[in-house]
């Protein structure tokens, strides 16, 4: 059996597993304390991060090369375009919401407010929150911008990359902290993806001692 070693609200681990619903693919989801660093689970990933999918007789780590791989491997539906410009668009995109957005917004709001304290790793720093509030407005703007010009982000078709934004979107709307009203244009196009059934099972995770908004899980929103 496929095993993909994740935490709940972690973007990444989202991302892997959304690629693997949309394939089709089976797999086992294990909870992995990664802050725990158990020795196990460093041999699994030295790096000591999840994602980590064990599939048949490899394991891979990092979700971009998770996704990748599976893509390659299980072609259809295509999650990355065939043009070598396109494929570099929706990785520049990826690398945008995996390491710009992460650093500015996800790791402000989402890893403050409740990774902190799940880790046990002290209190809520104010000027990081207020930091990830403020940036995700350009952000916002930015994914409008894509989406006033594209039907997805990254073109016409649905890519690895609207599944990169969606992830971190999903974490921090877990948390209530993303203003949809801000671009409709934006709301729309989490609106389709969240409607996917691939993205269903994301919508009936929950943390315990976090409960999410009403909103979250609803399609309508």
Known sequence: ?????????????????????????????????????????????????????????????????????????VPEPPLMPKSPQARAEVRRLCGWFDDKFHH????????????????????PESRNIKAGAQAIKYHLDYMAYLLDQRRWLAGDVMTLADFAAASHLSCLDYISDVDWNRHSVVKDWYATIKSRPSFRPLLVDHLSGFPPPDHYSNLDF
């Open 1 to 73: 059996m496929n095993r993909l070693y994740h935490a709940t609200l972690s973007p990444f681990c989202r991302k892997v597993r959304l690629t693997l619903a949309e394939k089709r693919i089976e797999v086992e989801l294990v909870d992995e304390r990664y802050w725990d660093r158990a020795p196990e689970f460093m041999k699994r990933n030295p790096a000591g991060k999840v994602p980590v999918l064990r599939m048949e007789s490899i394991t891979i780590s990092e979700s971009q090369a998770i996704c990748e791989y599976l893509d390659e491997t």
């Open 104 to 123: 500015e917004v996800t790791a402000n709001l989402l890893y403050e407010r409740v990774t902190k304290k799940i880790m046990g790793a002290g209190y």
